[in-house]
């Protein structure tokens, strides 16, 4: 069974920095791309940033230049510094992996999910 686990939102003004992180956890014989998805209220979930295991990133147009992912390969864990945060960025935030639970599988896994929100 393959776990991931956010960690990192809450309550920030505009202008200010989170940094969400999340750990995959349980049996699985390799992680390929990982990413963030946002959900605001009435609106469909979007991509954020995706980030492969070789390291390439990519970001949604809304955040580029104030969003930055990363990840610890050894740790299994992806993150994403938020900086100058707005209003519009308020949104439950999810975690997305492409993973191999064994050699010849593939899946897409969730997070349940964390809390941004930017207060104007």
């Known amino acids: 069974q393959v776990h991931l686990v956010e960690s990192g939102g809450g309550l920030v003004q505009a202008g200010g920095s989170l940094r969400l992180s999340c750990a995959a956890s349980?049996?699985?014989?390799?992680?390929?791309?990982m990413g963030w998805y946002r959900q605001a209220p009435g609106k469909q979930r979007e991509l954020v940033a995706t980030?492969?295991?070789?390291?390439?990133?990519n970001y949604a147009d809304s955040v580029k230049g104030r969003f930055t992912i990363s990840r610890d390969n050894a740790n299994n864990t992806v993150y994403l510094q938020m900086n100058s945060l707005k209003p519009e960025d308020t949104a439950a935030y999810y975690c997305n992996g492409d993973i191999r639970p064994v050699m010849n599988s593939r899946m897409i896994y969730w997070g349940q999910g964390t809390q941004v929100t930017v207060s104007s």
């Open positions: 349980g049996s699985f014989f390799s992680i390929n791309a």
């Open positions: 980030i492969t295991s070789g390291g390439s990133t």
